[in-house]
């Protein structure tokens, strides 16, 4: 999924205000000083630019490919010489080795992350990290500070180690910031990023010694920022399978389909069940056979209980001929089932939940109708169920890092279920949806507009990924919250709500009895600090925030912004920064209120005219500095 990441515009304030409290930095422990603090970023999915590392003639096309050319993202080169791009972006379906004619490899630094299209109109649609590199310039940031983490997007998470070694070189990269800058850093991971830093915690178990684990997070990483995470999958990851994702460029779905289908990490984001678990490989590195077994899915029993694996409806419901029970020899009893009611010779409609997708039931039972079966299942089973380190599909535990901020948008209609049917053409226009079933705040419905049976959540998810993946992350939270809730934009207190100490059931999600206003976007906050000791736990939801510019929201950033500069402080007072109300705290959030004829919020901003001025509203400026506003928050 295409990540707008703006959101280590945060970093440059942090590290700025460092100034102002120049204490130390011992063992990983914070206590005043924001200039020993570094900022690593993990990017999401088809976030990454990637260059070509060959020589490749384009016939019928002026321009070629030479290395270091961008390929991803280069449109001039896709609208001119499709064929020629599509060979530097496809890899081998099975061994996922590059094209024999091209090859590609992702960028490095924070030029690989800032804009992935560079030019005067491509640019800006592109930018991802451009404005936050604005901002460090600003403000005298030094480059090292902050530090990228680019991949190959394209890679299932095995081969980013073994054929890139970036796991190895991600464990260098903290280390390398610890003795750069003397204290632990910020992690910032989007989307697929948080599967890839996942992903990452399990490696480091494996190669630390276990009396040493916890001890190296602790000094290296300070806090963990999952920012749209889909901890237990996405359900567009399906709908690109079976159609593609054109990331909306301009190439037809079937050529997005064949694209993204020939990576392996296509799989890294399926939907799956929170009920089903793999084995421990950790344990089995440990007893001496960690190379040589593989993971067994476990499952308790509410999965064969309850329907739809804990997701709101079946995700893939799929309308097929009617061939006998024979055409499904490894799904009989799946086929007995939805075939029970059905008249002979009728269509016959196949239903698969988040388990099914993930275990590879889906595309065993659609074979005859699927020539890329056989693909999927083999990268599923290779690298996904037999990965040495870890099953990816299985559901979250809590990382153990000292602090863990968890932040979703919600609220937003998102789909979260499909109607496919063969479509009688060839791969990869092979299928055709009749009807999508979304989640819209607590219901559910299909395109048509009709209401569908099911189990929607308290919310609905970011228009990319369901509330139920988003929201797991409420599990890691203990039997005693506390909940606030207050608008997004600036307040002055008056309408925040709090509610302390709510019970909270582990697998039950906690629903908040607190008003709401239609007209107001909020924020509610589900903090503790208290079930782990010395560890902190929070989750952000954030009204009708998208998935792909949740990151762009100023009120997010205000309060990592907040959250930081409290945490750093050596005179805070609580364990979370105070949300009693929120006033401005830059220029730019200081404007014109023209009923009033004032600058509005008169007790922090004032009218300073400066030359360059073309409206009022840049005429409203803070009266004292940040420093001083940020004072209201310890």
Wanted: net charge negative; charged share 20%; hydrophobic share 35%.
């Amino acid at each position: 999924m295409r990540a707008n990441l703006h959101i280590a515009t945060i970093l440059v304030v942090l590290l700025m205000y460092g100034k102002l409290h120049n204490t130390s930095v011992d063992g990983g422990e914070l206590s005043g000083d924001y200039s020993k603090l570094s900022g690593i970023i993990i990017p999401g999915f088809a976030s990454t630019q990637l260059r070509a590392w060959s020589f490749l003639d384009c016939p019928y096309s002026p321009l070629d490919f030479n290395p270091l050319d961008l390929v991803w993202l280069d449109t001039t080169k896709l609208l001119s010489a499709v064929n020629c791009w599509l060979k530097c972006m496809l890899l081998d379906p099975y061994n996922q080795t590059d094209h024999p004619e091209c090859k590609s490899r992702p960028d490095s630094g924070l030029s690989a992350i800032t804009e992935l299209d560079p030019g005067y109109i491509t640019g800006p649609l592109s930018s991802v990290w451009k404005d936050w590199v604005k901002w460090c310039i600003e403000f005298g940031i030094e480059p090292n500070a902050i530090i990228a983490v680019p991949y190959d997007w394209r890679l299932s998470p095995s081969m980013l180690e073994e054929r890139d070694l970036y796991f190895h070189r991600l464990k260098l990269t903290f280390e390398t910031a610890l003795k750069l800058r003397g204290g632990p850093s910020i992690v910032f991971a989007h989307s697929l990023g948080n599967h890839v830093f996942r992903y990452f915690l399990e490696w480091l178990k494996l190669e630390i010694a276990p009396k040493h684990y916890n001890q190296w997070l602790d000094e290296h990483i300070h806090a963990y920022f999952a920012v749209g995470a889909p901890l237990l999958g996405a359900i567009e990851t399906v709908k690109a399978t079976f159609f593609g994702n054109t990331f909306g460029l301009p190439v037809s779905e079937g050529t997005a389909r064949l694209m993204f289908n020939s990576f392996a990490s296509s799989l890294w984001m399926m939907p799956f069940s929170k009920y089903c678990r793999a084995d421990n490989s950790y344990c089995r590195h440990f007893a001496g056979g960690f190379r040589k077994g593989h993971h067994t899915y476990h499952c308790e029993e509410k999965e064969f209980h309850l329907n739809y694996s804990g997701w709101p409806t079946n995700i893939v419901n799929i309308e097929i001929p009617f061939r006998g029970f024979d055409a499904y020899p490894s799904v009989t009893e799946l086929a007995q089932t939805n075939l029970s009611s059905m008249e002979c010779g009728l269509p016959t409609q196949l239903s698969f939940s988040a388990r099914e997708i993930s275990d590879g039931t889906l595309f065993k039972a659609i074979e005859d109708y699927e020539s890329d079966s056989k693909r999927l299942l083999y990268q599923l089973k290779k690298s996904y169920h037999d990965d040495p380190v870890l099953n990816p599909l299985t559901p979250w535990d809590r990382p153990p890092i000292k602090n863990v901020f968890c932040i979703y948008g919600i609220d937003s209609r998102t789909e979260v279920g499909y109607y496919f049917a063969p479509s009688g053409k060839s791969y990869p226009d092979n299928w055709i949806t009749t009807d999508i079933i979304y989640e819209l705040e607590g219901s559910l419905y299909s395109r048509s507009g009709n209401l569908v049976e099911g189990n929607p959540g308290a919310a609905s998810g970011d228009d990319t990924v369901p509330y139920n993946s988003l929201s797991l992350c409420k599990n890691w939270l203990g039997p005693k919250v506390n909940i606030t809730r207050a608008p997004q934009s600036e307040h002055d207190g008056s309408d925040v709500q709090v509610d302390l100490n709510v019970e909270h059931q582990h697998e039950d999600d906690i629903v908040p009895n607190m008003t709401r206003s239609p007209r107001v976007k909020y924020i509610t906050y589900y903090e503790d600090s208290e079930s782990i000791l010395g560890r902190r736990t929070a989750v952000w939801e954030l009204d009708k925030a998208n998935h792909r510019n949740i990151v762009r929201s100023p009120a997010l950033m205000r309060e990592l912004w907040l959250q930081m500069w409290h945490d750093i402080h050596p005179s805070a007072k609580s364990k979370f920064v105070t949300k009693a109300k929120r006033g401005p705290l830059r220029d730019e959030d200081c404007y014109w209120d023209y009923g009033k004829a004032r600058c509005s919020w008169p007790e922090y901003c004032e009218y300073r005219y400066l030359f360059g001025d073309v409206h009022l509203g840049q005429s409203c400026r803070l009266k004292n500095s940040s420093a001083d506003a940020l004072l209201n928050y310890l």
